[in-house]
């Protein structure tokens, strides 16, 4: 149940997807060839992101340095 004095309260909705969340991460764990093809696949997809980030902050770093040129 949400917490009332958080900024953002659940709704129905979030609640149930969060639990059919829950319930397929454990038939996932139960299914050790899956669950490590997909791990793999999250760390592929952390490192990309990571990368990305990172990409975008030396890009802020470079326009603030520079300057947009018009």
Same mark, same amino acid.
């Given at each position: 149940? $949400?917490? @009332? %004095?958080? @900024?953002? /309260?659940m709704d129905?909705w979030?609640?149930?997807?969060a $639990?059919? %969340? !829950?319930?397929? $991460?454990?038939?996932?764990?139960r /299914? @050790?060839?899956?669950? $490590?093809?997909a791990?793999?696949?999250? !760390?592929?997809?952390?490192k990309?992101?990571e990368?990305?980030?990172?990409?975008k902050?030396v890009?802020? /770093? !470079?326009?603030q %340095?520079?300057?947009?040129?018009?």
């Amino acid at each position: 149940m $949400a917490n @009332p %004095t958080s @900024p953002k /309260k659940m709704d129905k909705w979030e609640i149930e997807e969060a $639990a059919r %969340t !829950l319930m397929r $991460a454990i038939e996932i764990k139960r /299914k @050790p060839k899956l669950f $490590a093809l997909a791990k793999k696949e999250a !760390l592929k997809q952390a490192k990309l992101a990571e990368e990305a980030a990172m990409e975008k902050k030396v890009q802020a /770093k !470079l326009a603030q %340095t520079f300057g947009k040129k018009k």
